[in-house]
């Protein structure tokens, strides 16, 4: 199994910009489909980004135009872009893997995937 670790989390203004990476080890991370989710408290985790094995990519609506998941495999790290931050934006944000490929056009929901990191804090003030 790959074991993944976020970082890059902070408080930021509304309008402002974050990069948040998950550092990969233990397993090729071409072969996994990746995505990015987020959970506030008292909330349901709810998926972000996702990316497939090939590229394909799929973002839920509250963050289309706004976020951007990609990936470097030579630094075996998963990216997440994130412009133009709102308030409700603010969550824990973890990074998502599973083997194989997945083809959605939304963000598969949290149980399909098998791996997870412990999460990195993302906060947004008005």
């Known amino acids: 199994q790959v074991q993944l670790v976020e970082s890059g989390g902070g408080s930021v203004q509304a309008g402002g910009s974050l990069r948040l990476s998950c550092g990969t080890s233990?397993?090729?991370?071409?072969?996994?489909?990746m995505a990015w989710f987020r959970q506030a408290p008292e909330k349901e985790r709810e998926g972000v980004a996702a990316?497939?094995?090939?590229?394909?990519?799929a973002y839920a609506d509250a963050v289309l135009g706004r976020f951007t998941i990609y990936r470097d495999n030579a630094k075996r790290t998963l990216y997440l872009q994130m412009n133009s931050l709102k308030p409700e934006d603010t969550a824990t944000y973890y990074c998502a893997a599973r083997e194989g490929s997945l083809i959605s056009s939304r963000p598969p929901p949290p149980n399909v995937y098998n791996n997870w990191g412990q999460g990195t804090q993302v906060t947004v003030s008005s």
């Open positions: 233990g397993g090729d991370l071409r072969g996994y489909s």
């Open positions: 990316l497939g094995i090939l590229g394909p990519r």
